[in-house]
């Protein structure tokens, strides 16, 4: 797999899902060592220019060389399309894109009713703006 350097994922912790999947794309080379964070250790450098309301509710990417974030469903296809840049290319097309969009906002708006975290939360928590309750 060819690795995505100087890029980190903003991830939710207490979210066993984003964990997962965060934590797979380290072990797999997609990322490397430093291409994840918690969302609650995002720091006054990294604030600046991250919309941390906006990175509660989609996963944010940051490029450290260019200083910018990209959110969501765009994150994940430049992560999986660095390595693989068939399903980024597939990704991106219209129709596709629309079904990926709408299943990635159901699934991160509703990640804490879909796969509850533990009941232990820790500090700044990453909680959705709304959810199927």
Same mark, same amino acid.
């Given at each position: &797999?060819?690795? =995505? #350097?100087?890029q980190? /994922?903003v991830?939710? #912790?207490?979210?066993p899902?984003?964990? !997962?999947y965060? *934590?797979? %794309?380290?072990?797999?080379?997609?990322l490397?060592e430093?291409?994840r964070?918690?969302?609650?250790?995002?720091?006054?450098? @990294?604030?600046? %220019?991250?919309? !941390?309301?906006? $990175?509660? @509710?989609?996963?944010a990417l940051?490029?450290?060389?260019? #200083?910018?974030v990209t959110?969501?469903?765009? *994150? =994940?296809? #430049?992560? =999986?399309?660095? *390595? &693989?840049?068939?399903i980024e290319?597939?990704?991106?097309?219209?129709?596709?894109? $629309?079904?990926?969009?709408?299943l990635?906002? %159901?699934?991160?708006? +509703?990640?804490?009713?879909?796969?509850? *975290? $533990?009941? +232990?939360?820790?500090? $700044?928590?990453?909680?959705?703006? %709304?959810? /199927?309750?």
């Amino acid at each position: &797999m060819k690795t =995505l #350097k100087h890029q980190t /994922l903003v991830y939710d #912790k207490d979210c066993p899902l984003c964990r !997962a999947y965060t *934590s797979g %794309f380290v072990k797999t080379g997609m990322l490397d060592e430093n291409g994840r964070l918690p969302y609650a250790h995002l720091n006054t450098e @990294n604030c600046a %220019f991250v919309d !941390a309301n906006r $990175a509660r @509710n989609e996963i944010a990417l940051i490029d450290h060389a260019s #200083k910018s974030v990209t959110y969501g469903i765009d *994150s =994940l296809l #430049k992560v =999986l399309g660095h *390595s &693989m840049p068939l399903i980024e290319k597939v990704g991106k097309t219209k129709p596709v894109y $629309a079904v990926l969009k709408r299943l990635y906002s %159901f699934i991160s708006y +509703n990640r804490k009713v879909i796969i509850p *975290s $533990a009941k +232990n939360q820790t500090e $700044a928590q990453c909680i959705p703006d %709304f959810n /199927l309750k």
